[in-house]
């Protein structure tokens, strides 16, 4: 099978009966079994997804088909799929069925795309390497003895390698770009409240997003059109759709690069040197190239951990044993609890119970809610002046599989410039720059106002 990389091939070579549902399947289950390695699928819906193709394949020749059609999707352990198991990559929830569908895969499957199975991830989207999951490490393709980022990790590995068109993730700090940066694929995670978060498995709830990442913007903009929009199930989900939104007809755009980060101390010089070649280059063609201060850079990862594990130490009380997966044989909620969840999820359960005690809720707590206030109106103010905002995606290259060189809390400041957009809230795309080394290559993120995800995709295909 071919390696489509973008959606448009497929529907044309569908349109004119040059390959059919049932034969992509088929190419994308040849692929799974061929790269068995990376480990990225946790499970594979085989028989669901021959039959939906060849149903899918009727509907075609009787042109009653959906947008989707032909579109196969991987979607993330955390994405509540009805009579099919969802995990987090959890041993607390192994065997958990859900009894419901998430919004977004009601939409995905209401479009006739075909849903493949479900990808591996960081134990309750909490990590930024795949390698914190009790189905063990997703591999990266361009390199399979190095980590693909996380936590959706394998759902960039499955796309980059062709196990599956698109992919769904989360993203609650950088979990949908860092793992793009990883693999060299496209992530985008939406302005806070684009898309429905019903059925996803909540880790930090005011930080949670789900997002695409693919090949080619064409496949991002696709599926934003089907899954962004108002949900009666999620409250918190805003009447603005995707297809709505307006772009910019200006020619020329104002970019504002983020000083703090390009000197950032830790910064791989190849990372810096695709993307200053990039921000020149911009300059040439006659875009306006302002460098800009945030001030709170250094306080942003801090101030992230500190919310995120406060809200996950709430939305995780509810895995008692009782409710759903899995309980330990004593009955015990204490046991099932600290045999269920992993190391790296009870050390965020202790730091959000930590920060939400009485005598430190004020100090931490509270205090990390008047800096994300500030970087919200910080952003806000840059982008009332600018268009956008450039920075790169990741300080670092991945890391090789085990490395236990990285203590925890590095690995926490390698999401420095992912967890912005997800604590100001706004909309940020992570796009693939020049090699760097050994394959890898450098990315770059656009952040752009609220709910400008179009002409942020648009910009990125058309401007940069
Ligand atoms: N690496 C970040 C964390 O561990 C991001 C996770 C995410 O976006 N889900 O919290």
Redesign the pocket.
């Known amino acids: 099978m071919k390696n489509y990389y973008s959606f448009k091939d497929i529907q044309g070579d569908l349109c004119r009966g040059e390959i059919t549902c049932q034969k992509l399947v088929q190419g994308y289950l040849d692929n799974i079994s061929k790269h068995s390695k990376l480990n990225a699928f946790v499970e594979v819906y085989k028989e669901e997804s021959i039959k939906r193709a060849k149903e899918i394949d009727s509907k075609i020749i009787q042109k009653k088909s959906g947008k989707l059609a032909g579109l196969v999707i991987g979607i993330k352990d955390n994405i509540c799929y009805k009579n099919h198991e969802c995990s987090a990559a959890s041993k607390i929830l192994k065997g958990f069925k859900s009894p419901y569908s998430a919004t977004v895969i009601k939409r995905v499957l209401a479009e006739d795309a075909i849903i493949l199975g479900r990808l591996n991830c960081?134990e309750f989207?909490?990590?930024?390497s795949n390698e914190n999951s009790i189905y063990g490490p997703t591999r990266n393709p361009i390199n399979i003895d190095f980590v693909p980022g996380?936590?959706?990790g394998a759902s960039a590995s499955a796309v980059k390698a062709n196990l599956c068109q698109i992919a769904l993730g989360?993203?609650?700090?950088?979990?949908?770009r860092?793992p793009s940066a990883f693999c060299g694929t496209i992530g985008l995670k939406p302005t806070y409240g684009l898309v429905s978060r019903h059925g996803l498995i909540a880790?930090a709830s005011s930080?949670?997003q789900i997002g695409p990442i693919a090949k080619s913007i064409y496949d991002i903009k696709l599926i934003m059109n089907i899954i962004s929009g108002q949900d009666e199930f999620d409250s918190t989900c805003s009447a603005k759709d995707f297809a709505s939104q307006k772009t910019l007809t200006r020619k020329k755009r104002k970019f504002a690069v983020l000083k703090e980060a390009i000197e950032f101390k830790g910064i791989n010089p190849g990372i810096k040197n695709e993307f200053t070649k990039m921000v020149d280059s911009l300059r040439l063609e006659g875009h306006q190239i302002s460098y800009i201060s945030l001030p709170l850079l250094e306080y942003l990862v801090p101030c992230?951990?500190i919310l995120?594990t406060a809200e996950a130490s709430s939305n995780l009380s509810r895995y008692d044993g009782v409710k759903y997966g899995y309980q330990h044989n004593d009955g015990l909620i204490s046991t099932t609890r600290s045999k269920g969840f992993g190391k790296e999820v009870k050390r965020r359960i202790l730091l959000g119970t930590y920060v939400l005690s009485e005598g430190y809720y004020e100090d931490f707590y509270i205090k990390a809610q008047k800096i994300r206030r500030l970087v919200q109106k910080q952003t806000n103010k840059i982008l009332s002046k600018h268009d956008y905002i450039l920075l790169p995606t990741t300080p670092n290259l991945p890391f090789k599989i085990g490395d236990k060189n990285i203590s925890p809390v590095q690995?926490?400041y390698?999401?420095v410039f992912?967890?912005h957009a997800?604590l100001s809230g706004h909309p940020a795309l992570s796009f693939p720059l020049g090699e760097v080394e050994g394959g890898f290559r450098a990315s770059a993120q656009i952040i752009g106002n609220f709910f400008s995800e179009k002409d942020i995709l648009n910009t990125t295909e058309n401007v940069i």
């Not at 989360?170 to 949908?176: Q, V």
């Open positions: 960081d989207a909490m990590g930024s996380g936590s959706s989360s993203d609650t700090g950088g979990s949908i860092q880790y930080f949670d992230y951990y995120t690995r926490y390698e999401d992912t967890v997800n």
